[in-house]
């Protein structure tokens, strides 16, 4: 009987081990994506247009519920300069993020943000859903896909 709780014991040790190795797979995983993030949108708010070159991929696509849809990184990066910068600041809504590991490419993060009209204060700003998907290229990371929704 004594035999059969140790082979149950190690069976469950085994399993949690596994278990608590993508957990922590995961949570770093999490964390990687959500400095990313902020890291992008700290170059967005303070329109570090260099650093949001970087970060995005060379085949992006990004798709605007009301803008449609950019695949001009160039192009792109131009329409932020001349729409965002110094007009708009985005914030996150704090605890929404979401990640999702994609194999062999990168990762999905899902969540909501509030975008703020810097030349009018006082406008109310409704939180909306956000999709990136980050592809990893070795130690890179580069935003290949969005989809922004207000």
Sequence with gaps: MNLIKIIIYIIVAFFASI???QSTANAD???TIKKLDSTYFTAYNECDMA???KMY???I???HDMGGLSTDKKELLES???NICGKVTRSLVEGSIEVYPIKD???IEIGMHQFYNNLEPNAESEPSKFIVFWK???PEWHISRVVSLH
């Design 19 to 21: 278990v608590s190795g």
């Design 29 to 31: 995983l999490f964390q």
């Design 51 to 53: 650093k949001q070159e």
């Design 57 to 59: 991929d060379e085949d």
């Design 61 to 63: 696509e990004f798709y």
């Design 80 to 82: 932020i300069k001349n």
């Design 105 to 107: 490419y990168g990762a």
């Design 136 to 138: 990893q290229a070795g």
